[in-house]
């Protein structure tokens, strides 16, 4: 593939120098990830925390959860964020701890956004969010979307006849994307809620 087909992403940006080293209490704070994107834990927008989501200049909420935390993990602020169709402005995204579900959301983000792989996604979220630990099922799924998103990159950069060549695959083959039932259980179904400052 030739330079000219090559597909831009912007870099990820450096750690800051001044960051503080991670400390356990850390964990029950959100940290910013990005510029604008913050990953925390639901005790970051609780209630009480409102004054410091506002002086943080928070204007989105995103809750992701399971179907069966509903009850216990609910947005917060019903009147203050509203529902969006795309994002813009700094957002808080959270889910019961901000350690596996939520953190492997952002991980997702990082990859489709930056154009990197998994581990380099990781290290980024963990060296701002050092607690995260998304669960084995995560982990999976998302070496598995690496692949299938570096495979349609390479499709998008290659010529209609080099693209012709690489489809000699045989129908049938088996794949790599079963998983045991019990990775799907820790999986679970995700449930993502989305709040705009209004």
Known sequence: MDEGNKLQFPSLPAAKEEQLDWAYPMRREMQEILPGLFLGPYSAAMKSKLSMLEKQGITHIVCVRQDIEANFIKPNFP?????????????????????????????????????????????????????????????????????????KLTIKMMSPIQLGRSFSIQAGMPGSLKRTLEEDEDFGSMQVTAAQNG
């Open 79 to 151: 009147h203050k964020f509203r529902s969006f169709p795309h994002i813009f402005g700094k957002v808080l995204v959270h889910g019961n701890a901000g350690i596996s579900r939520s953190a492997a959301l952002v991980i997702a983000y990082l990859m489709e956004t930056f154009g990197v792989k998994y581990r380099d996604a990781f290290s980024h979220v963990q060296e701002r969010r050092f607690c995260i630990n998304p669960n084995v099922g995560f982990v999976h799924q998302l070496q598995e979307y690496e692949a299938i998103y570096l495979a």
